[in-house]
T-cell receptor
Framework: DAGITQSPRHKVTETGTPVTLRCHQT?????MYWYRQDPGHGLRLIHY???????DKGEVSDGYSVSRSKTEDFLLTLESATSSQTSVYFC???????????FGPGTRLTVT | DAKTTQPPSMDCAEGRAANLPCNHS???????VYWYRQIHSQGPQYIIH???NNETNEMASLIITEDRKSSTLILPHATLRDTAVYYC?????????????FGQGTRLTINP
């Protein structure tokens, strides 16, 4: 399995609080991605990174920000969590933009 | 990216070959066929991909028709651990191909 970890694995937080999810890889892959998975919507891309300090928006980026200060870490921040952001969040990595993506174990976030 | 059509569910007996079909009639010449699966509550797992030739790896075989409008993923000797949702995805390769678009997939159940 690709060396991808996500932390925390589970989190419950209140509406309006900031939340940061971390994705860590040991594969030295250039590309990293954040997806969310919700019933009836499948996986949807939030943000992705194509290098240190290089990020771009996906299809559902509103309410989320990301940062990548090191190759191995990609952070997803919810500045002010809302109940609509309750979801399972998956991080993925790939060597290049068109290559296969490898996914982490996921973080289950509940916003009450 | 081209749209794909998969049956919502399939059953297969343990030890038999599982053949999962996918239609992608609008596929373009530069689009690859990717297969992923997601075992309950885990991150999606890359299985295999191909452009126009049949492909085989340690997990599965991918058969793409000559006109490339459909493909079949074959799990040669299915086990109970192969029970999962299988996603067929069509996407361009190379630069600019960031996101994976997951449809509803096929829920494959392997029966003892």
């Amino acid at each position: 399995d690709a060396g991808i970890t996500q932390s925390p694995r589970h989190k419950v937080t209140e509406t309006g609080t900031p939340v940061t999810l971390r994705c860590h890889q040991t594969e030295n892959h250039r590309y990293m991605y954040w997806y969310r998975q919700d019933p009836g919507h499948g996986l949807r891309l939030i943000h992705y990174s194509y290098g240190v300090k290089d990020t771009d928006k996906g299809e559902v980026s509103d309410g989320y920000s990301v940062s990548r200060s090191k190759t191995e870490d990609f952070l997803l921040t919810l500045e002010s969590a809302t109940s609509s952001q309750t979801s399972v969040y998956f991080c993925a990595i790939s060597e290049s933009s068109g290559a296969e993506q490898y996914f982490g174990p996921g973080t289950r976030l509940t916003v009450t | 990216d081209a749209k794909t059509t998969q049956p919502p569910s399939m059953d297969c007996a343990e030890g038999r070959a599982a053949n999962l079909p996918c239609n992608h009639s609008t596929i373009s010449g530069n689009e690859y066929v990717y297969w992923y699966r997601q075992i309950h509550s885990q991150g999606p797992q890359y299985i295999i991909h191909g452009l126009k030739n049949n492909e085989t790896n340690e997990m599965a075989s991918l058969i793409i028709t000559e006109d490339r409008k459909s493909s079949t993923l074959i799990l040669p000797h299915a086990t109970l651990r192969d029970t999962a949702v299988y996603y067929c995805i069509v996407r361009v390769g190379g630069a600019g191909a960031q996101k994976l678009v997951f449809g509803q997939g096929t829920r494959l159940t392997i029966n003892p």
